[in-house]
């Protein structure tokens, strides 16, 4: 994938994160990871680059780059359709060495969290089901694989993309630049770079109360539903929670009990809590930081988030 690494360079070296509205080079912030923040950088509208400042060298944020690229690998062998994508290491002195993911941007329109409000119910219901169906692709390579390798992904709504294209419609999965897979049973990913995102003083409580939950959920099949299903509470469409279910449960294996809407909405409040909690304790950081530290922060937070 071709990216203008100039102009990139450019970005970042004149980036203020507490201001990005003053940067030299012209951005659109687009969205926001727990880990990173997502652009369409002026002069390059093709594409979306997701900004990673989680590394202290240069030769962690190659080996991060290692991994990104070797679980698109994986994800594209157990049969998911991902977008073209590249990583680019960027340091500017005095920094920390950033990562940045750069990944065909995809037409906003067509992202699900977006078309579960304009397509028609029976459309939406078939979209779902189709989510669904992309996710069983990775609990069957697991089965398949595991132990030697497993798979884990985030299957919410908002990581997916349903194109019409020549040989017809195609979902697209998004949300690849946090590399969850396993090797012998053993993480890849170095859950401390994770907590490079929660406050220092903090990241022992981070780490005891929500970091082992939210790193193997990803691997749980009836976590990763329920995951869906909630996500529906954040994206106010509660009433598609029925459908999410029923697509999730007519795909359970024998036996299996199936989710239900009490389960999902207890899921939900406490996840909720979960990320509410991690949000605000960044933001009292970022103030502690630029206020009374007068130092660079170097995390892009979102405002409210609705939930």
């Known amino acids: 994938m071709n990216v203008d690494v100039d102009l990139l360079e450019r970005f970042e070296s004149g980036l203020d994160p507490a201001r990005i509205e003053t940067s030299p080079v012209p951005a659109r912030l687009l969205g926001y990871g727990e ?13 979306a680059y997701k900004r990673m400042p989680l590394f202290a060298h240069r030769r962690s944020a190659e080996e991060y780059a290692g991994m990104y690229h070797e679980y698109c690998g994986l994800l594209a062998r157990a049969g998911l359709t991902l977008p073209e994508s ?29 078309l579960i409000h304009t397509l028609g119910r029976e459309q939406v ?44 419609p195609r979902l697209y999965y998004l949300d690849t630049s946090t590399p969850l897979y ?37 691997y749980d099949p009836r976590k990763v539903y329920t995951d869906l299903a909630a996500n529906l509470y954040k994206e106010q469409r509660p009433d598609l929670i029925p459908a999410a279910l029923e697509a999730v449960n007519r795909r359970r294996q024998e036996g299996a009990c199936g989710l239900t809407e009490k389960e999902v909405k207890h899921y939900y409040s406490q996840d909720r809590i979960i990320w509410s909690v991690f949000l605000a304790l960044r933001k009292l950081d970022r103030w502690v ?18 939930r």
């Open 35 to 47: 880990i990173s923040a997502i652009f369409e950088i002026a002069g390059d509208p093709e594409t």
């Open 86 to 114: 590249s990583t680019h290491i960027v340091e500017v002195p005095g920094h920390p060495v950033v990562l940045y993911i750069a990944q065909r941007r995809m037409p906003p329109e067509r992202v699900a969290h977006r």
């Open 125 to 168: 219901e078939d979209l779902l089901g189709r989510i669904v169906g992309e996710i069983e692709k990775v609990w069957a390579f697991n089965r398949a694989w595991g132990p030697r390798l497993e798979l884990a992904l985030d299957g919410q709504v908002s990581n997916w993309v349903h194109v019409e294209e020549d040989g017809g």
């Open 182 to 218: 396993r090797k012998e049973g053993v993480e890849r990913l170095d859950p401390g770079l994770l907590l490079q995102a929660a406050p220092g003083a903090l990241r022992w409580i981070v780490e005891w109360l929500f970091l082992d939950d939210v790193m193997n959920r990803y």
């Open 289 to 306: 930081s630029t206020r009374l530290a007068r130092r660079r922060y170097e995390f892009i937070l979102p405002g409210e988030i609705r």
